[in-house]
């Protein structure tokens, strides 16, 4: 007997991701093993709404071709997600161009039941934007809300670390395959998301050998789909964060983005979205909570713990050190051998993450 999930493989790989027409095919045959027997048996044309390339793909393989990369997943940990699966993510279910199969590392429970807020943004963030994303979303974090995102470079890191460092599951979609981390240097990162009851989640197999272009693209739409509200904390004018905005207006999601100067690049996506009404004002948690439907909780008084771990080396060479004695910036470049810009930038994200405190004069002291 045929496990159904091979058939799920073979169906998924013929369509691909992103696929408008996913919905559409369900609603015909929700069953692909049932599907799969019809093709075979000669009693069924391909459905009409399949492209040629996916209804001869479909017609030229079969279900039992994924049988290596099903025990593969199996071996290592890999979970396999399909719509009929009650693990699968709810708020994806009814897309029109939900995911047939979606392959998860880490705890899948985390991936239904809670409240989920989208944080994104520019790769390349300034320390305001950082800042922002940050701070929103560790409140956010604290309140229990799960941080949703794409495990990228600049913002959407911010977002997981909060989560991380408040201690609760964050949910990270990757435009990459499921085995691979993109940048690598978030592997730290992404292994306590996992260790965390995180979820990390990708329409690519395993050693996905198909094309990438555009696949960071398609998963805007799943960060976009599994928020109820999406934020966004730093943006350009022309970025892929707001082709993630354009997926949450086509889904019905609420949009909230954080106002910055109107002379800074990094803000002008986020500003417009603002002067063009596409996006509420997001200034604080509470404004997220609201649209949640919640009174937002009072944070705790006691501020998470600051770990080296979460910053760069400069910060951590700057943060040995500092003490509780004032020190400027000409001494911590006599101490670390670094130069002062980046003694300065170091200084500037142990702020951040409250590693250390600015007295006047441009001195520090450790926290």
């Known amino acids: 007997m045929m496990d159904k999930t091979l058939a799920w493989l073979w169906l998924a790989d013929a369509v691909g991701s992103g696929c408008q ?7 015909l045959w929700p069953d692909p093993e049932e599907l ?3 093709l075979r048996s000669g009693t069924q044309a391909p459905p009409f709404c399949l492209s040629e ?6 017609l030229d393989t079969t279900p039992f071709d994924y049988e290596e990369r099903l025990d593969h997943c199996l071996l290592t940990g890999v979970k396999i997600l399909t719509p009929d699966d009650a693990a699968y ?3 994806l279910r009814e897309l029109p161009d939900l995911p047939l199969v979606l392959y998860v590392t880490g705890e899948k429970a985390c991936l239904n039941g809670g409240r989920y807020v989208g944080m994104v943004g520019t790769r390349r963030p300034g320390v305001y934007g950082r800042q922002a994303a940050f701070e929103i ?11 949703v995102s794409g495990l990228a470079d600049g913002l959407d890191s911010e977002g997981h670390r909060a989560a991380v460092q408040a201690g609760t599951p964050t949910v990270a979609f990757l ?15 992404r292994r306590q998301i996992e260790e965390g009851g995180g979820a990390v989640c990708s329409e690519y197999p395993p050693g996905y050998p198909g094309k990438t272009k555009g696949t960071f693209l398609a998963r805007n739409r799943l960060i976009a789909a599994q928020a109820q509200v999406l934020c966004v904390a730093e943006a350009r004018l022309r970025s892929g964060t707001l082709n993630t905005v354009g997926h ?3 889904y019905g999601r609420p949009v909230l983005a954080v106002p910055g100067s109107i002379y800074s690049a990094l803000s002008q996506g986020t500003n417009e979205l603002l002067r063009t009404h596409r996006a509420g004002v997001l200034c604080r948690a509470s404004d997220v909570m609201e649209l949640l439907g919640e009174e937002p909780r009072q944070p705790a008084e006691k501020a998470a713990e600051f770990s080296p771990q979460a910053v760069s080396d400069d910060a951590r060479a700057v943060y040995a050190s500092l003490g509780p004695t004032a020190q400027g910036i000409d001494a ?18 142990l702020e951040l993450y409250g590693g250390a405190q600015a007295l006047p004069g441009r001195r520090y002291i450790a926290l």
């Open 248 to 250: 949450a207006e086509r």
């Open 137 to 147: 979303s560790l409140a956010l974090a604290q309140q229990g809300v799960t941080i």
């Open 175 to 189: 435009g990459t395959a499921i085995d691979k981390t993109y940048p690598a240097a978030n592997g730290p990162l």
């Open 89 to 91: 993510p709810a708020r």
């Open 53 to 58: 390339g996916a209804a001869a793909q479909l």
């Open 332 to 349: 911590l470049c006599a101490a670390t051998g670094l130069p002062a810009g980046r003694v300065l930038a170091a200084c500037t994200e």
């Open 36 to 38: 799969y027997e019809a």
């Open 21 to 27: 027409y996913a919905r559409e095919l369900l609603d």
